[in-house]
Nanobody, 125 residues
Framework: QVQLVESGGGLVQTGGSLRLSCAASGRTFSTYAMGWFRQGVGKEREFVATIKWSGGSTYYADSAKGRFTISKDNAKNTVYLQMNSLKPEDTAAYYC??????????????????WGQGTQVTVSS
């Protein structure tokens, strides 16, 4: 089992920045990738970014490219999502996820088997 705890959400004005953190504990050595997803009110959960635990390769949703950066600290078993130039449409609950399953792609939520409780990000206009 892997436990994930997110932090860093909050209220920010348009154009502002936030950094989300996701601390992993438990059987973290079995992790292949970690990702961030978000879900706005009345919307489906959508992929934001992912990072492979070994090697650190990253992939972003088009909406996140150029504004968000996913990174990791292996020693702390923590993944970060730095979000800059935030827009009102970024308002959502942000969820951290981990996958202990090998896959060629980690863009879909079904690839992940561990989820955090979520942290709310609200961007005011």
């Amino acid at each position: 089992q892997v436990q994930l705890v997110e932090s860093g959400g909050g209220l920010v004005q348009t154009g502002g920045s936030l950094r989300l953190s996701c601390a992993a504990s438990g059987r973290t050595f079995s992790t292949y990738a970690m990702g961030w997803f978000r879900q706005g009110v009345g919307k489906e959960r959508e992929f934001v970014a992912t990072i492979k635990w070994s090697g650190g390769s990253t992939y972003y949703a088009d909406s996140a490219k150029g504004r968000f950066t996913i990174s990791k600290d292996n020693a702390k078993n923590t993944v970060y999502l730095q979000m800059n130039s935030l827009k009102p449409e970024d308002t959502a609950a942000y969820y951290c996820a981990a996958s202990s399953r090998y896959s060629g792609s980690y863009l879909a939520d079904i690839k992940y088997n561990y989820w955090g409780q979520g942290t709310q990000v609200t961007v005011s206009s």
